[in-house]
């Protein structure tokens, strides 16, 4: 704004208009309905720019709250409602007094308050006893087993003091020799020796044990393959980077049958949970071509194509995760873009319940499906909505988060319940709490929300997405949320921070597969790095059970 228009701005906010009051009274009744109007006017606006700062603040606060502080839900009736001490009251003293003497005129016996003291359970220091142990006796010295009174000293048992170690990781070198026995002087007769099995890079220099330790590394503790190189020389051994993005290569290519097999097992589930992230993929010198028997190729080179003609180093691709509600296995899928077509080519054989956030795509899917598919929304969504709206819309926003409070605490009791038990609960106790938050977003209190307020937006998709909310009521195996996807999406962003992007299509297919197969031994609480060192031990030796 230029200083021109601030002088008359300022000009016009000095200069108050002259009201002239007429002498009739008709004429002063008109004069007071146009005062009144404009007054009813002005607060109205006044009430908007009020509700638009508190907004801007609560935006601000969120900011700052994601950058600086520790994020949490957690949601209290009335967090301003300081406990209640009634015992130093006027009040509270007569009540007191009264009770006391109702219950001498009454003769009953009244037992003394016995204070009893928590007991607190001593903390367990022991040692896991499935630790391996090995034994070490402490030597007594010479003169110390000979009393000057009594002679040689007897021994009478031990005292045993456990202490934890810690063994660095080791290498060692495997040396097979493999006879050769021959007919001394017959060189036609040939050699025989046992036939060697196939490694796992050409030369088979280096073990399965070397191949699932870089997975692991990488994939289970977000650990980039240059931090790897360090930890491999503490351990004697200065690998190229190389070397150990070699042994990632053909791991994945031995491993892919496996990924592919996870996939089938989790679209043969009849619910799953999905979502997905952002990764960055750096755009490659050189595009890759449409491949017919590729799917995805198409959009790969369109994507890519015009990341290049627009001179971008790199794209926000997506890494998308499948999670079987029934079967424990979970398959990682990734594409360039956030399309639908990602979504829509792994789901084209799934029939079932897709538990999802509001994402159009999935809608779209839903949609054409033909009923194949049915959609149910993340109800975890729609309450953090609501309660990243609660500062500035306090009242209401307590409303909908005390109904959300009561169907969570009905999941919580559900939790162990079976599958009928856990629908009749929703059918007999969430079913009313979801009428009566109907009718409240139909009241008035949330008609006057803003509409373009963040509650008024929050309560938007509520009514939007109104039945998808509530398809778990008519469904047992039906999740109430999508959290269990969400932490899934947490690992990937922990791993993202550290080997900050993928370096081509085909590296993302493998980081895909690799986080299959972690993510899936990690959910069936097993032992990472020795679950792909077996896989990787049966593929190698034809092994396809």
Not at 176 to 204: F, M, N, Q, W
Not at 401 to 420: F, G, I, N, P, V
Not at 477 to 490: A, W
Request: charged share 30%.
């Amino acid at each position: 704004m230029s200083d021109e228009a601030r002088q008359k701005d300022a000009a016009g906010m000095d200069a108050t208009p002259e009201i002239i009051i007429p002498n009739d009274l008709a004429g002063c009744r008109s004069l007071i309905e146009q005062l009144a109007s404009t007054v009813t006017s002005q607060t109205s606006t006044i009430d908007m720019l009020r509700r638009e700062k508190q907004e801007l603040e609560a935006a601000y606060a969120e900011l700052v709250q994601r950058a600086f502080r520790h994020r949490s839900e957690r949601y209290l009736n009335d967090p301003n409602q300081l406990r209640l001490d009634l015992g130093g009251t006027p009040d509270a003293a007569d009540a007191v007094e009264g009770l006391a003497q109702a219950v001498q005129e009454a003769g009953l016996p009244v037992k003394a308050h016995v204070r009893r003291r928590r007991v607190c359970k001593p903390r367990s220091e022991a040692l896991p006893e499935h630790l391996p142990r090995y034994e070490v006796e402490a030597r007594v010295p010479e003169g110390a087993k000979h009393c000057p009174q009594h002679g040689e000293r007897t021994l009478i048992g031990y005292d045993r003091v456990e202490k934890l170690e810690f063994e660095r990781p080791k290498l060692r070198v495997r040396v097979t020799k493999y006879p050769k026995y021959a007919c001394p002087g017959h060189a036609d007769c040939g050699i025989a020796s046992p036939e060697r099995p196939a490694g796992l890079v050409e030369g088979d220099r280096y073990d399965t044990s070397v191949a699932a330790e870089i997975i692991t590394a990488k994939y289970g503790f977000h650990l980039p393959v240059y931090r790897q190189q360090d930890l491999f020389a503490g351990s004697g051994w200065t690998p190229d980077r190389s070397t150990l993005l070699n042994l990632l290569v053909a791991s994945a290519a031995l491993l892919r049958p496996l990924a592919e097999h996870i996939k089938q097992a989790v679209l043969a589930d009849d619910v799953l949970g999905t979502d997905e992230t952002r990764v960055t993929l750096l755009v490659p010198p050189t595009i890759p071509d449409v491949d017919a028997n590729d799917p995805k190729s198409q959009r790969t080179h369109e994507v890519l194509s015009e990341a290049a003609a627009a001179g971008r180093r790199s794209v926000s691709a997506r890494m998308w995760a499948y999670r079987g509600v029934n079967t424990r296995l979970i398959v990682f899928d990734f594409t360039v873009s956030r399309h639908r077509d990602g979504p829509d080519l792994m789901l084209a054989e799934f029939a079932g319940t897709l538990l999802a956030d509001c994402y159009s795509g999935y809608q779209g899917i839903s949609l054409r499906s033909d009923g194949r598919i049915r959609r149910a929304a993340c109800n975890a969504h729609a309450r953090r909505k609501i309660f990243d709206a609660r500062e500035v819309y306090p009242l209401e926003s307590s409303v909908v988060l005390a109904k959300y409070q009561q169907l969570y605490d009905m999941e919580d009791r559900a939790r162990a319940a079976s599958t009928e038990e856990r629908l009749t609960l929703r059918q007999s106790e969430a079913v009313p709490v979801w009428r009566s938050l109907g009718e409240w977003l139909e009241s008035k209190p949330a008609a006057d929300v803003l509409p373009k307020s963040k509650l008024g937006e929050a309560l938007g998709y509520l009514r939007n997405h109104w039945e998808p909310l509530q398809t778990y009521l008519s469904d047992g195996r039906v999740p109430m949320d999508n959290n269990e996807v969400e932490q899934l999406m947490k690992q990937v962003a922990i791993g993202r921070k550290n080997w900050l992007f993928i370096g081509s299509v085909p590296a993302g297919d493998r980081a895909a597969d690799f986080l299959t197969l972690v993510s899936s031994a990690v959910r069936n609480d097993l032992d990472v790095w020795a679950y792909i060192k077996d896989a990787l031990d049966r593929l190698l030796a034809g092994d396809t059970d």
